[in-house]
């Protein structure tokens, strides 16, 4: 059964503007609702049954567009790796004739192939546009327990389906999961190392720079409508602000080396790895590129900043100590703690938005691997075993899932898997090799 019983919930009505392209009604029973803890390491994956939607008239466009948003639906849920989908050809159901309101399901029927949660659809397709309606159902309960209707044009399909299953997430984990993110990352397949994004799994990837150059080190906005980044097309390595939105961008040319940005959370200011002072340190920018102050005075190299969600602290890597390893800054009272002390080669740290771990790289019997350890610096476990290099860990805006890239399979490559290391599978498949991904904020497709 589902994991542990939570508080009662506030029923929520969203707003949206109904001449937009999306408008939703909200429903949801103001009762007692059991979630899934992410926090729990062995986590049993939740049947769920996710038959085709009922049809409102049946024409082929229609039957065609409502058999791919359920699909979509199953496979966008099944990539958090809290469910089990079920096959539907065991189902006891048939969307041509079957109801799929609370007084026409037969839970019995459900129940019976192990289905502990329904997701049900009503789909409907005219004049261009669709109507959608889409229950969750706890099947040992006998009742629903989420519901939802939504209108848009037919190109809205996919963030439809992807705000239901925020819905879906919040109400059973009380995290909206990563349905509104992206992904930015380094290809190689232009020639030369370029930014791409794409969305959280892997659909639609598209080319941000077109550089002829060497770019790296992609950081999103909290807003996700700057991403700050490293690019050598001036001849030397220099931090670049893209606006998104309007394609325009400033830089940060200091003399010397300009490299790893990083927002801070809700902010419209950076750091940024600068050696224009002699040794690499690490500063605070304006979102305009400006320097508002030094953050690190420490003999050796510190570069790759990190900011716990709060915006209090740094996570970045030194060499103070000799190797490269993690510390940890508090803006407030300006003390520096060393975080990692096993290994000789720890590098690419990245904060967890829940506050409570940093996953980063680190050079095992000659091998790079993921790893997390908490803040306060104990219980390091190791996610990456026996698969090649694995390097530039990135957390999903809730937490739950890391982005990096691995050359397990030949060329590097992005994959993701769960915050305890399951569930380790490709994003996608593109031409050339890709390289440091970094995850967004839960902010687009709104």
């Known amino acids: 059964m589902i994991v542990r019983c939570m508080r009662s919930i506030v029923i929520i009505v969203l707003g949206f503007n109904l001449m937009g ?45 409502s058999n791919s948003s359920a699909q979509l639906l199953a496979s966008s849920l099944a990539f958090t790796g809290y469910f089990k989908i079920l096959d539907r050809g065991a189902f006891l159901f048939d969307p041509t004739k079957d109801g799929v309101l609370t007084p026409q399901i037969n839970f019995a029927n459900w129940t019976v192939i192990g289905a502990e949660l329904l997701i049900t659809g009503l789909f409907e397709v005219s004049d261009g546009r669709l109507a959608l309606e889409l229950r969750l159902f706890d099947t040992f309960k006998n009742k629903r327990i989420l519901g939802k209707k939504y209108a848009g044009r037919l190109e809205d399909q996919r963030k439809i389906i992807h705000r239901f299953c925020s819905e879906v997430i919040q109400y059973l984990t009380g995290h909206k999961g990563m349905f509104a ?13 370029e930014i791409y994004s794409c969305e959280f799994d892997g659909y639609g990837p598209q080319q941000v720079t077109r550089n002829h150059d060497i770019s790296l080190f992609p950081a999103w ?67 305009t590129g400006k320097i508002i102050k030094r953050l690190t005075r420490m003999r050796g190299s510190d570069i790759s900043p990190t900011w716990s969600p709060d915006g209090k602290k ?21 003390k520096v703690r060393r975080l990692t002390f096993e290994g000789n080669y720890n590098t690419q740290p990245s904060w967890s938005p829940l506050g409570d771990k940093i996953a980063y790289s680190s050079l095992v019997d000659g091998h790079h691997n993921i790893f997390v350890i908490a803040v306060e610096g104990f219980e390091q476990l190791q996610l990456t075993h026996e698969s090649g290099d694995n390097e530039a860990p990135s957390w999903s805006p809730d937490g739950s899932m890391i982005a990096f890239s691995s050359n397990r399979e030949g060329p590097f490559r992005i994959y993701v898997m769960t915050a305890f290391g399951t569930d380790q599978r490709r994003l996608l498949i593109m031409k050339g090799e890709q390289t440091n991904p970094k995850w967004s904020m839960n902010d687009f497709n709104n």
């Open 221 to 287: 906005s909290s807003g996700g409508q700057y991403l700050a980044y490293t690019s050598y097309k001036e001849g030397k390595p220099d931090i670049f602000i893209k606006n998104l939105a309007e394609m325009q961008e400033v830089s940060v040319a200091e003399k010397g080396i300009n490299i790893t940005p990083a927002w801070v959370p809700g902010k419209f200011e950076l750091a940024a790895a600068l050696s224009f002072s002699g040794d690499q340190e690490i500063y605070l920018l304006t979102g």
């Open 314 to 334: 740094i996570a970045f890597v030194s060499t103070r100590s000799g190797n490269p390893q993690i510390y940890i800054k508090d803006l407030v009272s300006g």
């Open 181 to 193: 993110s992206k992904l930015a990352f380094v290809s190689t397949g232009s020639g030369n190392k």
């Open 21 to 65: 392209p999306i408008a939703c009604l909200a429903q949801s029973d103001a009762d007692q609702y059991e979630y899934i803890d992410i926090s729990n390491p062995f986590l049993r994956k939740i049947p769920l049954a996710v038959p085709l939607f009922k049809n409102a008239t049946g024409t082929g466009e229609e039957e065609r567009l």
